[in-house]
């Protein structure tokens, strides 16, 4: 049996509240609730991350995201969406197994906060462009 969670839930080892599944992905809701109707879209194959993902997986699974992101929307009431995937433990990936979450928002005082900090200015952009594309 693996020690992955995300493989044990989605090999029905571990009981989930599953909102959507087939032969690539499934869904379920985050234990966590970051906001009402927090959801996870889990790969059924284990990748760590999606930088190890199947092309063809990872385009399944947005559009599945997508497909659900607007149920949760229009059926919770939600404001707005987040969803998104971390990748690696500096970016806060405590789970390695590719997952995206959905993250409902219902307004700025949700509870739930992501942080983009301003650092115009601070770094060349040709630069890091040129870093990237070398």
Not at 24 to 38: E, F, K, V
Not at 59 to 84: F, S
Not at 88 to 115: C, M, N, W
Not at 117 to 128: A, N, P, R, V
């Given at each position: 049996?693996?020690?992955?969670i ?107 906060e ?16 040129n870093?990237?594309?070398?």
């Amino acid at each position: 049996m693996s020690d992955c969670i995300f493989c044990m839930i989605k090999d029905h080892q571990i009981n989930s509240t599953v909102l959507y599944e087939d032969d690539i992905c499934m869904a379920i809701l985050d234990l966590s609730q970051a906001t009402r109707g927090h959801a996870l879209v889990i790969s059924k194959v284990h990748y760590d991350s999606v930088l190890e993902a199947d092309d063809e997986a990872l385009a399944h699974m947005i559009v599945v995201a997508k497909t659900l992101a607007n149920q949760i929307k229009e059926n919770l009431n939600a404001q707005g969406i987040n969803i998104l995937t971390n990748a690696k433990e500096a970016a806060g990936q405590t789970v390695s197994h590719l997952h995206f979450h959905i993250i409902p928002r219902y307004d700025q005082y949700d509870g739930f906060e992501p942080k983009f900090t301003d650092h115009q200015g601070k770094w060349d952009l040709e630069e890091i462009k040129n870093e990237i594309l070398k």
